[in-house]
Each structure stands twice: as C-alpha cells, then as structure tokens.
C-alpha cells in the first residue's frame, strides 16, 4: 500500500471519507460491547481518533512491538478474553458484510470463507459437504482449492492449546493454529454474501465505488 502507508497505518486508510476501521466498526454485530485493538505502526492515530470507547462499544488497546503475525497479536489480547466465552475476531484491512458476519457469530466455532481467483495471496480451506473445514493452509503455493479464509473468525479459548509454526518470513499464522485445532474440534466454513479486500492502493477506489452503490 506503499507510498500510502507512509503516512498513515493501513486501517487508517479512508473510503468514503471514513477510515478503513470505521467502516469495519459499522460491520459489528451488537453482541460485540467491547473491542481489542492490537495497534503497532502509528498507534497514536488510531488511538486518537477511535478514544476509549467509539459508537458504544468499549475499546482496550494492545501493542505488538515487533510484527510476529496474526498469531501472536491474538495472544497479546488473550488476557483480555473470558474463559467461557467464544469471541469474534477480524483483521483490520477489509470491507465485509454485517449479515455475513452476524450469521458467523451465531457459530460456536467458525469462519467466513469465499471463492478467489488468487487463492495464493490469502488462507486456503478446504470443507466437507457439510461445511466442516478438513484443511486449512496460510498462502500456500498449489492451493487444494480457491476458497479464501477472508479474515472473520468466531472462536474460543480452545485455539490457545495449539502452538503457532513459524512461517518462512518469521511470523506466525493464526491458520496454523487452526490447522492442529480442526483435528480435535469441529469448526465450519461459511460463505460471505460480500468481502473486498484491500491490498493495492486501486483496491480503495474499488471499495469506495462498491460502498456507494450498496448505499
């Protein structure tokens, strides 16, 4: 997203004149009443315009000093989630559905999943006729299918007994987590009705065109 980026963290990249988190925020179902942030590049921005607490939902924020990957952000936050309670989780650069996402919550595990003609840029899953998840790989190079993880999870504290492998570039993937968890707990794959991702600076005139005619 680079020269964009030089200025401004990704989530803090507008369309529609709102910043991409905002328009994430509005996706929120109302079961969600407080939200962890995990801000690294730039926080300061982030935390100015969203405060302690933004559109009635209460914020905590958390610092990832050292880009390690999705996996180890949830465990930043990890100390903030109830024992008993299954949380939703979503990474911070895409625009999705609210339906989508509120039919994933009524989940007791889950993730929003859709086809894409690049497969290798995104998490590849792999699902039964029933929508039970069989497989699920970070980027691989012969993806075994061209359904995306789009980045919507609906999970539980069960995802913390399963130790994250270290990717080639030194971070660690949620997905491998969820690749040992699937063996020991059932946990379904649900098509969105909508999902832009936003990796290329032309992606936001997409989305901005996209959010216009939805309006």
Same mark, same amino acid.
């Given at each position: 997203?680079?020269? &964009? ?14 910043? &991409?988190?905002?328009?994430? +925020? ?5 079961? !969600? ?12 921005? !982030?935390?100015?315009?969203?405060? /302690?607490?933004?559109?009635?939902? /209460? !914020? ?15 465990? =930043?936050? @990890?100390?903030? =989630?109830?024992?008993?309670?299954? $949380? &939703? ?5 895409? =625009?999705?559905?609210? @339906? ?11 993730? &929003? ?8 840029? $995104? ?18 190079? /012969? ?16 995802? $913390? ?33 909508? +999902?832009?991702? !936003? ?9 901005? /065109? ?6």
């Amino acid at each position: 997203m680079r020269p &964009l980026t030089l200025k401004k963290p990704k989530p803090m990249l507008e369309v529609a004149g709102k910043p &991409l988190l905002h328009h994430i +925020w509005e996706f929120l179902p109302h079961e !969600i009443d407080e939200v962890i942030l995990v801000v690294g590049y730039k926080a300061e921005m !982030i935390k100015k315009y969203f405060g /302690k607490n933004f559109l009635g939902k /209460k !914020i905590r924020y958390v610092h990832q000093k050292t880009k390690k990957g999705t996996a180890d952000a949830l465990f =930043l936050a @990890k100390r903030y =989630l109830n024992q008993n309670e299954k $949380f &939703l989780l979503l990474y911070a650069d895409d =625009l999705h559905d609210k @339906k989508s996402i509120e039919m994933c919550v009524k989940t007791e595990q889950g993730l &929003l999943v859709c086809p894409t003609k690049n497969p290798r840029e $995104f998490g590849v899953v792999v699902a039964d006729a029933q929508g039970s998840i069989i497989e699920i790989a970070e980027k691989p190079k /012969k993806p075994k299918s061209n359904i995306a993880a789009v980045g919507v999870y609906v999970l539980d504290n069960r995802v $913390f007994k399963y130790k994250p492998t270290r990717n080639q570039n030194g971070e660690y993937h949620l997905t491998s987590m969820i690749e040992q968890m699937i063996k020991d707990h059932p946990m379904r794959a649900i098509k969105t009705n909508f +999902w832009h991702p !936003i990796g290329h600076p032309k992606d936001l005139k997409t989305a901005e /065109k996209i959010l216009k005619k939805k309006k």
